[in-house]
């Protein structure tokens, strides 16, 4: 162990100084201010996987990583759906998940919207319809907006995120 110290010791912290990117920050400011004037500061969203590859999933798990770090701009993911605002939903709707998604939608309290993330979600992708697919989202949640993508980058879904908080502040 002391072996390792030393060593530790002796190299040093080794480490990159990452800049964060300009372009990103300004979204996310931006964000932030829709969302201090529209949801007191906090949005709050459940990430529903309905069937998908997982690669959508890695892309909204890059949202909280350090480098992106959406949680700064009051966005947060939470676990149960009775305390979000968003559904975000991923993959084709598997006819495995209908019932869940039904639930977890039926679940969530008013005013509530539903986004789907990537192509699967917004058309079936690849899956399209099957025996073990319904297609996209909408045929069986209502969807207030589409993300499309394969899979859609962390900077897309920010851009999602800000629209979706204008079609609301238009309502």
Same mark, same amino acid.
């Given at each position: 162990?002391?072996?390792? !110290? ?24 931006? !964000? ?8 007191? @500061? ?92 319904? @297609?996209?989202?909408?045929?069986? !949640? ?22 979706? !908080? ?6």
């Amino acid at each position: 162990m002391f072996r390792i !110290l030393r060593k530790i010791q002796s190299v040093g912290i080794i480490t990159e100084n990452i800049e964060r990117d300009s372009d990103y920050e300004a979204l996310g400011s931006t !964000l932030k201010r829709q969302l201090e004037r529209q949801f007191q @500061g906090s949005l709050a969203i459940r990430e529903l996987d309905s069937g998908s590859c997982n690669a959508c999933e890695l892309e909204i798990q890059a949202l909280n990583n350090p480098y992106y770090d959406v949680e700064r701009f009051g966005v947060h993911f939470v676990a149960s759906p009775r305390h979000a605002d968003v559904l975000l939903v991923t993959g084709p709707m598997s006819r495995h998940m209908e019932e869940a998604a039904r639930r977890t939608y039926a679940a969530m309290a008013a005013p509530k919207w539903v986004i789907a993330v990537g192509d699967c979600a917004v058309d079936g992708g690849i899956f399209g319809c099957s025996y073990a697919s319904r @297609g996209g989202v909408s045929k069986v !949640l209502p969807v207030d907006l589409t993300i499309p993508g394969c899979p859609p980058s962390p900077r897309h879904l920010v851009k999602g995120l800000l629209a979706l !908080l204008d079609s609301a502040a238009a309502r």
